[in-house]
């Protein structure tokens, strides 16, 4: 069955530290998305990165990196020089290559970033 | 702005009652998905429609249901509402149907129900 599992339920670190979301996965496709959104106060959903299964490198733009790992089915969200205006919830989700396309979310970290 | 709008912002309604939730997908986007996000269910995706068809169903209950029409706007119609269908309610599109395909979503309707 396929699951997504945010363990991190809330993390508060200072402005310009270092903060890192865990995402861990389970499908049995071999075919498969990963997807991070940004939910901020206000509530609307912010695409952030897609990364399908057969693509293992990792991705940076700006402040933003993601580690994707099938060895350990992690896709694991790094912002670096954290910001106020990172603060949101984060979600990551999959959807498989075959069946429905629906995406399956974690239950989201709140990340808090304090000035 | 993702380009899909939904309407209304916020909902309020009482037991029992009916309500209709609406969605303009982004301009050329076929597919129209719609989930509910609540506090101790979380994200979970109730029905997806692509080009006026049913593609897929998720955790979406006999008295929900929805419908996409030719303009590809769709309607979530919620009856017989109950306390527990208090929610945010996000309508999402995608160009196609694939599963690679990124989902942009709306920013919402907040429906209460007293």
């Known amino acids: 069955a396929q699951k997504v599992t945010q363990a991190q339920t809330e993390i508060s670190v200072v402005e310009k530290e270092d903060v890192t979301l865990d995402c861990v996965y389970e499908?049995?496709?071999?075919?498969?998305?990963l997807f991070w959104y940004k939910q901020p106060p206000s509530g609307e959903l912010v695409f952030l990165i897609r990364?399908?299964?057969?693509?293992?490198q990792n991705e940076i733009s700006g402040r933003y990196s993601w580690n994707f790992q099938k060895s350990t089915s992690s896709f694991n969200f790094t912002i670096t020089a954290s910001q106020v205006v990172d603060s949101a919830v984060y979600f990551c989700?999959?959807?498989?290559?075959?069946?429905?396309?629906?995406?399956?979310f974690g239950t989201g970290t709140r990340l808090k970033v304090l000035a | 702005d993702s380009g899909v709008t939904q309407t209304p912002k916020h909902l309020i309604t009482a037991t029992g009652q009916r309500v209709t939730l609406r969605c303009s997908p982004r301009s050329g986007d076929l597919s129209v998905y719609w989930y509910q996000q609540s506090l101790d269910q979380g994200l979970q995706f109730l029905i997806q429609y692509y080009n006026g068809e049913e593609r897929a169903k998720g955790n979406i209950l006999e008295r929900f249901s929805a419908q996409q029409f030719p303009d590809l706007h769709s309607e979530l119609n919620l009856s017989s509402l109950e306390l527990g269908d208090s929610a945010l309610y996000f309508c999402a599109s995608s160009a196609s149907s694939r599963s690679y395909n990124e989902q942009f979503f709306g920013p919402g309707t907040r429906l209460t129900v007293l």
């Open positions: 499908t049995r496709d071999t075919t498969y998305y």
């Open positions: 990364r399908n299964s057969f693509d293992e």
């Open positions: 989700a999959l959807s498989e290559g075959s069946g429905t396309y629906k995406y399956i």
